[in-house]
């Protein structure tokens, strides 16, 4: 995807492409749990902090927008930037051709 400029609001199909990335995440891991039982426990954890790390990030970039005085827009996608980075690099990591 090609990089925007800094201060610039992300078109609407960005947040597309995040519900999009995000379903086919789910849909991966949820098969990955049900053909890996023995090692659920475990990546049901990782996946759990993991969101937990992204949050965290989101909401600490968001309060730091916030009281820089960005517009509301730049501060919803500071908030999101990092989840969406995270789902990408889990899109890719989980459709990656295995060799």
């Known amino acids: ?3 925007r400029a800094r201060g610039t609001t992300p078109p609407p199909g960005d947040y597309a492409l995040l519900a999009w990335q995000a379903s086919w995440v789910f849909a991966l ?4 749990l049900w053909t890996q039982p023995a090692e659920a426990a475990g990546a049901l954890a990782e996946m759990a902090a993991e ?3 992204a949050f965290a990030a989101g909401a600490v ?5 916030a009281m820089a005085g960005t517009r509301p827009d730049l501060v919803a996608a500071a908030a ?13 990591k989980l459709t990656r ?3």
């Open 1 to 3: 995807m090609a990089r």
């Open 97 to 99: 051709a295995r060799t």
């Open 61 to 65: 970039a968001a309060g730091r927008a």
């Open 80 to 92: 999101l930037r990092p989840a969406r980075r995270r789902v990408a690099a889990n899109l890719r």
């Open 29 to 32: 891991r949820s098969a990955q």
């Open 51 to 53: 969101k937990h790390r």
